[in-house]
């Protein structure tokens, strides 16, 4: 009888896509010695776009995860190493083949550079060769994880010895939020037991001071910010505009099935003004010194999300209604606030429409997110005084705020643009009978 023998596997941190070249471990989903299946996630990762799971390309048991979680990988580190089932002669031979041909049929997973061909993993997982045993019994599933998008709340929670699972967010959709955490972690009669040690520094910090490191996302953004302000001489233009019609049309509408929101409308009408003023769908290659205006508007809306400022994109929205961009904005603004959104979307966008009123300001000289070359920008919606008519009124009144790559080109544009959006929205029921 020859003696048993595992084949061990180290996979490496894929490719995900986007030119990304690292991602930072947020939770390992199975543990040393946990057997696992092709195509099973195994691990959560954050990049500079998103958090998503990488699936497993192997089935077997984990001999080896090759980082902790919080730790930053490079794309093609060791991510973990899985060895294949033991064999040990006929007994055992079987379920050995059933492993190789799973190897060569590959997983169905559709990370870019990473797993096979879609499609065969579940019809090979399932095939039994003729006269074997049957299969073990699968493991209990995992129970379900806590809703967490944050990684700085996982790290919180980790050094304040906070079980997230026994916790419920109170952000949206059930989403644990940091507060959460620090509630949970206030001295109180848990046991001992729950309580975790103090966390180590990994730099010494000065006395009144705390460093927070930057994640993978902040990363990113740090990065796009800053080459946004290096290259683009940006300009701002801004305008007081008159919404008291389109906050009545509004309201007409309320509580009506499919009625549009205020966003939509507004929406609506800086696609309109986009198709009069294409020069702000663009893009500019510095290289051939060319603008590259586009047929398709990709409305980025900037969101403030738990993992900090994004803007998935609503695409084509220039073959949309008010009602279907509606219906689209507040689809992509509830999966990102749940951190949801898809690499694909959030770099998409071909112009961002940013909605400052939320956050309770009248408006930003914002930066331009590159490589787009304009952003608009709504600010709350406020009574104030206003003349109309030669006499005084209290009107509902909202900043636009218009900031543009003055590379494209020059101020009379981009009045125009702005004049365009605001008429609009001074006048909606007349711009909609346009459109």
């Not at 471990?25 to 799971?53: F, N, S």
């Not at 509830?334 to 949801?340: D, I, K, Q, S, V």
């Not at 304009?374 to 104030?384: F, N, Q, S």
């Amino acid at each position: 009888m020859t003696a048993p023998s595992t084949t061990a596997r180290t996979f490496v941190l894929p490719d995900l896509g986007e030119g990304l070249t690292e991602a930072e471990i947020v939770r390992w989903l199975v543990a040393d010695g946990d057997l696992i299946e092709v195509d099973q996630p195994v691990v959560e990762v954050e990049t500079a776009k998103a958090v998503v799971e990488v699936p497993s390309p192997h089935g077997g048991r984990v001999v080896t995860r090759h980082a902790a979680e919080g730790t930053t990988l490079d794309v093609g580190s060791p991510l973990i190493t899985v060895a294949a089932p033991a064999t040990a002669g006929p007994s055992t031979a079987v379920a050995a083949e059933t492993y190789r041909e799973e190897e060569r049929a590959g997983s169905g997973n559709v990370l870019i550079g990473y797993g096979t061909r879609p499609g065969h993993a579940a019809a090979t997982r399932h095939r039994r060769p003729r006269n074997s045993r049957p299969s073990a019994p699968e493991p209990p599933a995992r129970p379900a994880a806590p809703k967490v998008a944050s990684p700085l709340v996982r790290r919180l929670a980790r050094e304040t010895g906070v079980d997230l699972s026994a916790l419920h967010g109170t952000g949206p959709d059930g989403v644990i939020t940091r507060q959460d955490v620090e509630s949970a972690a206030r001295p109180g009669p848990a046991p001992e037991s729950t309580k975790a040690a103090p966390p180590t520094a990994a730099v010494t910090a000065a006395a009144g001071e705390r460093r927070v490191p930057l994640n993978g996302f902040r990363k990113q953004v740090a990065a796009v910010l800053s080459r946004s302000r290096a290259e683009i001489p940006e300009a701002t233009v801004w305008v007081d505009v008159d919404a008291t019609a389109l906050w009545e049309l509004r309201e007409r509408g309320r509580g009506k099935p499919g009625a549009p929101g205020l966003m939509a409308y507004v929406a609506r009408f800086t696609v309109a003004a986009l198709r009069e003023y294409p020069v702000f769908n663009a893009r500019l290659d510095t290289e051939r010194q060319e603008i590259v205006e586009l047929d398709r508007i990709n409305l980025g809306i900037a969101v403030q999300s738990p993992r900090g400022l994004v803007v998935p994109a609503v695409t084509d929205a220039q073959t949309m209604t008010a009602t279907t961009l509606d219906v689209a904005i507040r689809d992509v603004t509830a999966r990102a606030l749940r951190g949801e959104s898809t690499a694909a979307e959030l770099s998409a966008g071909t112009f961002t429409l940013n909605n400052y009123g939320a956050l309770r300001v009248d408006g930003s000289a914002a930066i331009i997110n590159h490589p787009q070359v304009a952003m608009l920008g709504l600010g709350r919606i406020i009574d104030r005084p206003w003349v109309v008519d030669g006499a005084l009124a209290v009107r509902k009144i909202a900043q636009l705020s218009f900031v543009f790559d003055h590379r494209v080109c020059d101020g009379g544009a981009a009045a125009g643009f702005m004049r365009a959006v605001a008429d609009a929205m001074e006048d909606p029921s007349s711009a909609l009978a346009r459109l």
